[in-house]
């Protein structure tokens, strides 16, 4: 499974992940899947951290660390996947594309997103949002 931890929820010195991306994670755990956070991703994480400082950016590296297990580099290969990802969508963002070729290139069998457009792009893609997780009972 790929996770994209978008950059303003953990760019704080006090991550916070909502209760959807807790309990997507919590659920890849139990499925026994691994949770891989593509390189550029971690880059886009650690932007808000290093406006803060040298501290910020430990914690939040710190705290990647406990709910990733593998930080997956951008090769030749995500690459070449990213260039064809944003060749064939427009509207997709460089940054994006790269986490769905990082999906692409391992054949994971998810991608988690909060961003419900990605599911238009690849079919891997599982949307998390707070708004599915609460009740409306």
């Known amino acids: 499974m790929v996770a994209h931890a978008h950059s303003a929820t953990l760019a704080s010195s006090h991550p916070v992940v909502d209760a959807s991306a807790t309990r997507a994670l919590k659920r890849a755990r139990a499925d026994g899947d691994d949770i891989i956070l593509p390189a550029s991703a971690l880059a886009e994480v650690l932007v808000g951290a290093s406006r803060l400082g040298a501290g910020a950016v430990r914690t939040t590296e710190d705290f990647v660390d406990t709910i990733v297990d593998q930080v997956h580099s951008i090769d030749r290969f995500v690459a070449r996947s990213a260039a064809a990802y944003r060749s064939g969508h ?19 069998d998810s991608v988690l997103t909060a961003d419900a457009r990605w599911a238009k792009v690849d079919r891997r893609v599982r949307v998390i949002s707070y708004s599915s997780m609460v009740s409306t009972t």
Do not use: E, Q, Y
């Open 90 to 108: 427009r509207s997709l963002r460089l940054p994006d594309a790269f986490v769905l070729a990082v999906g692409a290139t391992l054949n994971a």
